[in-house]
């Protein structure tokens, strides 16, 4: 959420923090540049993202590839 937040999406947290509300968007969100840690288990969501989501790109620097952290990247090149 906090990222969400930062992007300017209509995002509403409870007072006590354990649920939130997220209205629907009247615009796309604006592409950022984003530094998320370079562990492949921690960057897959992005990469998935970007994947379903028409004209969206990514680009993934320094990500550790560990032959036994990266075989979701693998299914998701398999499937083209």
Partial sequence: ENMLKAMKAPIRV???GLSLEISPLKK???AQNIIIP???S???YFALVAIILPKSQIIL???LLN???IEA???LQKMG
Wanted: glycine share 0%; no cysteine; hydrophobic share 25%.
């Fill in 38 to 40: 370079n562990d492949p």
């Fill in 14 to 16: 409870s007072n006590d």
């Fill in 61 to 63: 620097k320094n990500i």
């Fill in 67 to 69: 032959p036994t952290r």
């Fill in 28 to 30: 796309p969100l604006k």
């Fill in 73 to 75: 990247y693998k299914i």
């Fill in 42 to 44: 921690s960057a897959f």
